[in-house]
């Protein structure tokens, strides 16, 4: 059963982030951006998001989770702000953290809790 689900999770996320469509620059032609590129960010920007995180923004923190998930791929640092953006309130992070602590897949095995992903 938890197999379906994360199978479905994954579906879902690789549907709705694939990537998206834009107008290049003369206006009529469209180009493709790789998930990477929407959710990449600036020494500015991250800066700018790390101290609304710290500030209680959850949406500010789940930002950041997108950054180290879809871009950067550092299991810690995105684990660290869905935990935190989890905490402030934000629903889908709180789902997505409930899945994370609950996954028997190796790559995240030394995050699994099952009665914090309960909680």
Known sequence: MRFVIVFIML????YTFGGK???SKDGNKWRSESTSTIY???DGQKFELENKSKDGDSEA???LYQY????????DEQLRYLEISASQGNIIAQYNYGIYL???NPAFSKYYDLDKAIY
Do not use: A, H, Q, W
């Open 68 to 75: 180290y998930c879809f871009t950067i791929n550092n299991i």
């Open 11 to 14: 579906i879902v996320s690789f």
């Open 40 to 42: 990449n960010l600036t």
């Open 61 to 63: 923190s789940f930002r």
């Open 102 to 104: 609950s996954n028997t």
């Open 21 to 23: 469509m834009t107008k």
